[in-house]
């Protein structure tokens, strides 16, 4: 069971006409007669395994047909190339050991409502698509921590128990202290302000924390998010920096999970789009977008679309059901039940956008300045770009404390948002921090928070306070933005929501 034996499915493509063993899980397989199609998965990737009868012994053959599904083995075989095949090779078996038999698996092909794959996330995640997003998140993880370190960022872990709100009040997880209340972190922000005045360059990169009460597809109560902090910057330096930062992230993920991106469906088009500049907009601007006639005009473009959308799944869907009535193999039945299940959601999720269409479009006709920007208005704006927008300079009583009030139009601070483009929304939350004593204690005052829980951070503001600022990225929103995927839940192995905790 050495791996020095083995052979990687990601390293086939080395051994091309030779002898290789795989070790690995069935993650599938079907007979027809006397050849059975195994398709083992092993981490690195998928490979189908061909069994003929005759060149197994007979012994092997009908316990290879008998095999349930994620049994583990090994399997030996000879290496071809097969461009059709999953990962371009296949292996044509000449010998099989099963190390663990695996009877009723719980997770079929035939695919599953989310409830139950979230209670079956120990076993999920060794489907194909979480798998794909797991090897997308690593690359994307990699890539964050990569463009700090090579651009004199220094890493500060902040700590995770606080005393002091970062966000919003209402968000916050309490717990008991040794007696005293104390709560989990909502961003590592302020502490990372005090390092940036010691190294001038700093991140931090760690799970986050919130209470939030919405059960978004866009909410984790537990996310990562990383945060850089920059000494002597402006509003247009942390742009500048968000957006050549999820450019590297971007290009990280074309360079190394092209294969992936396929197998999800992501549009890789658009991504192949990112780069500098992004679009910016202010604040003002995008609340004059949201009312305009062009938006109005917009939402009924798009309901029209969905409701095109619509019709063409529910055509699919009576065509799958129809066949699957006629006389099909199995293998071909549990592939329509499979579909059906996936289109049916699909086409759940469209009428859902459908009914909340005028709706969406009602509340941006009636979008009044001094609002934040909703979910749905996010999404809009998203929706009519096809790169990141940048949405800068919100109304002071629409943000957080610690934003630097504008000194040109004090009903506004210097603060930004990234959306990302296809209705993904908001990716990225920064600004530019208030620098000046006084008006920072007026801030705080404002917002009702204990001061006496801010002298250190009013202290950054006593000793040599310098302009500056910084942004958080949160992980899994990126995640789902690059890969695809509808919902957030889907990027992060175990996911914390507000309804449940299930794994
Ligand atoms: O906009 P937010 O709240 O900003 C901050 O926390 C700042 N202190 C960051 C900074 O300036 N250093 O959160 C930043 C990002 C959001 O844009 C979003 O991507 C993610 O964190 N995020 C969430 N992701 C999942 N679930 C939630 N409940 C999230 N809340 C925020
Ligand atoms: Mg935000």
Redesign the pocket.
């Known amino acids: 069971m050495s791996n020095n034996t083995n052979t990687y499915i990601a390293d086939l493509r080395n051994k091309t006409g030779q002898e290789a063993t795989l070790a690995g899980w069935l993650y599938n397989s079907r007979a027809s007669g006397k050849i059975q199609f195994l398709i083992i998965r092993d981490g690195t990737g998928l490979c189908q395994c061909i069994a003929e009868k005759g060149k197994v012994s007979e012994k092997l053959f009908e316990e290879l047909k008998r095999l349930g599904q994620e049994s583990s083995l090994t399997v030996t075989g000879v290496v071809r190339a097969d461009e059709r095949s999953a990962g371009g090779f296949e292996l044509a078996v000449t010998d099989a050991q099963i190390i663990s038999p695996a009877v009723d698996y719980p997770i079929t092909p035939k695919s599953h409502g989310i409830d139950f794959l979230l209670k079956n996330r120990h076993l999920h995640l060794r489907s194909q698509r979480q798998w794909c997003i797991g090897k997308i998140r690593h690359t994307i993880v990699d890539a964050i921590r990569r463009f700090f370190n090579d651009n004199g960022f220094t890493l500060i872990d902040t700590p995770i128990f606080t005393g002091i709100v970062?966000?919003e009040a209402g968000?916050l997880f309490e717990v008991d202290y040794f007696g005293e209340p104390a709560h989990l972190t909502?961003?590592?922000?302020l502490h990372?302000e005090c390092a940036a005045m010691s190294f001038g360059k700093v991140y931090c990169f760690g799970p986050?924390f919130?209470a939030?009460k919405?059960k978004t597809r866009?909410?984790?109560?537990e996310?990562w998010?990383v945060?850089?902090?920059v000494a002597f910057i402006d509003l247009d330096g942390l742009l500048e920096l968000a957006e050549n930062f999820v450019t590297f992230i971007v290009g990280r993920v074309l360079e190394n999970n092209l294969a992936e991106l396929k197998t999800l469906g992501a549009d890789i088009t658009s991504l192949e789009k990112i780069a500098p500049p992004f679009y910016r907009l202010t604040y003002t601007e995008a609340a004059e977008i949201l009312k305009s006639k062009k938006t109005q005009d917009f939402m009924a473009a798009q309901l029209n679309e969905l409701k095109g959308q619509k019709k063409q799944l529910e055509d699919k869907i009576a065509a799958l059901e129809t066949e699957a009535k006629g006389p099909v193999k199995q293998w071909r039945q549990d592939k329509i039940a499979a579909e059906l299940i996936d289109l049916r959601s699909e086409l759940e999720e469209t009428e859902t956008k459908i009914e909340n269409s005028p709706k969406h479009a009602k509340l941006a006709a009636e979008f009044t300045w001094g609002e934040d920007l909703g979910g749905s208005d996010e999404t809009i704006i998203s929706l009519m770009h096809d790169k990141p927008v940048f949405v800068t300079c919100y109304p002071k009583e629409a943000k957080?404390f610690?934003m630097k009030t504008d000194r040109s139009n004090d009903k506004v601070v210097l603060n930004f948002?990234?959306l990302a483009p296809a209705g993904f929304g908001?990716?990225?939350?920064?600004?530019v921090r208030e620098d000046d004593y006084e008006m920072l204690l007026e801030r705080i005052k404002k917002q009702g928070l204990n001061v006496e829980n801010y002298n250190w951070y009013l202290d950054l503001r006593k000793y040599g306070s310098v302009p500056h600022?910084?942004?958080?990225?949160?992980v899994?929103?990126?995640v789902a933005w690059i890969t695809g995927e509808k919902h957030?839940r889907q990027c992060i192995a175990f996911p914390r929501m507000m309804d449940k905790v299930y794994i």
């Open positions: 970062g966000e968000s909502q961003t590592g922000q990372l986050t919130r939030e919405s866009r909410h984790l109560t996310f998010m945060e850089p902090e957080a610690y948002d990234m908001e990716i990225i939350g920064g600004s600022g910084g942004f958080g990225l949160g899994e929103r990126t957030i």
